[in-house]
């Protein structure tokens, strides 16, 4: 009876260790800390691996190298195709004085604001400035009873009104009407035609002219803007006839006389390539002349 109970005993005592070794040890132990993370290093880009520096030829190396190449070849060529020679520049034309007097665009038409500012150089040119002054002396200084009066004083007179006529004729004749009309303000000269036809071309190309669009036209800067012009004049010029059969005469002498500016500019670009003489003073006072024969008439 001893013995069966023994042996239930030590069978419930090895069961019981069996039971207390199976559980975890942190069960009773006290909690551990958290392992700490394992530090997370970023991929590094792959580097190039560097090249050693290269050794630069020095002035008189690079001269031998060439020296040695161009003995090696045999002939020049490949030495002047290793190093490419500069392209020669173009040579500069003769600047050509008259250009701006005597011919228009020949690339475009002008615009209203390319024909306005052509009237504003034509007034302004120095030129232009040095006719009225000469002209303006004269008439004064020769006749001491017109009606601008003697001295100084007529001078003035004399030169304002010239300079009032100008200003009149430029911005109806240069900038207005051909706005208008669509008409190339310039004379266009033919320097390789006969002499007979430039004669003839300067002629009627008072009445005849270019417009923007390249065909030919009447020219409503004559037509119309020397009638507007001596109408306007006889409101501030002293001691003129403002009747019509004054005015009819006027108007006919004003194109009657208008040639000879066309002339003028059709020639003598001519006459002095031949006689190597620069003239654009004398050309520029007697086409001033040309277009006006005196504020008083």
Known sequence: MRAPRLAALALILFAFR?????QPENSVSAPSLPNAPQPQIPAQAS????????ARSSGAAALTAAA?????????SSARSA???????PALRPTNWYARFTDGPQVK????KEKAWLAVR???DPFNAVTILGSSAIAVGS???????????GFGRYVGVSYTQDLTGEFFGTFLIPSIFHQDPHYHRMPNASIK???????????????DNGKEMLNYANLVGFAIDDEIGNLYVPGRETNLPASAARYGTGLATAPIDNFITEFLPDIARRIHVRVVLIQRIINQVAKTSGPGQ
């Open 83 to 89: 190093s490419p020679q500069p392209a020669p520049s």
């Open 197 to 211: 036809r430039r004669i003839a071309h300067a002629i009627y190309q008072v009445a005849w002219t270019q417009g």
């Open 68 to 76: 040695t190449g161009a003995a090696a070849s045999g002939d020049g």
């Open 122 to 124: 034509n007034v302004a």
């Open 143 to 153: 006749d001491a009873d017109s009606p601008y009066g003697p001295g100084m004083h």
């Open 109 to 112: 038409p002008l615009t209203p």
């Open 18 to 22: 069996l039971a207390w070794a199976s």
């Open 47 to 54: 580097v190039p691996a560097a090249e050693p520096c290269r």
